[in-house]
């Protein structure tokens, strides 16, 4: 599996980026997508997840009301869209993408970097205040 981020940059507050993980090869075996963040020497920070088909979504509370999913597919790839509005100073940090081929009962216990399997490159969001 093969997953590529995009789409950060700088932004002032208050404004709006949509990040973007395609992930190709073995493209339908993964249970859920999940998005982290991290900024220096602080822990990767869990954001949010979605079921593979896009039935099932959970985002922290900490951007909830602000960022939402989207999905699209084609032959080749699956791409997962992380729309980010009302962005705030403190959403500054590197967003990583990630699947997890575990199979969990519901979508709220895919929230720890163990419970997922294969990660992308990420991609620098920085918020200007």
């Known amino acids: 599996v093969q997953l590529q981020a995009s789409g950060g940059g700088l932004v002032q507050a208050g404004g709006s980026l949509r990040l973007a993980c395609a992930v190709s090869g073995r493209t339908f075996s993964f249970n859920a997508l999940g998005w982290f963040r991290q900024t220096p020497g602080k822990e990767r920070e869990f954001v949010g997840a979605i079921a593979w088909n896009g039935g099932r979504r959970y985002l922290a509370n900490s951007v909830k009301g602000r960022f939402a999913f989207s999905i699209s597919r084609d032959d080749a790839k699956i791409t997962v869209y992380l729309q980010m509005n009302s962005l705030k100073s403190e959403d500054t940090a590197v967003y990583y993408c990630?699947?997890?081929?575990?199979?969990?009962?519901?979508?709220?216990?895919?929230?720890?970097?163990?419970?997922?399997?294969?990660w992308g490159q990420g991609t620098l969001v920085t918020v200007s205040s």
């Open positions: 990630a699947t997890s081929d575990r199979d969990y009962s519901g979508i709220y216990d895919y929230n720890k970097i163990f419970d997922y399997d294969y």
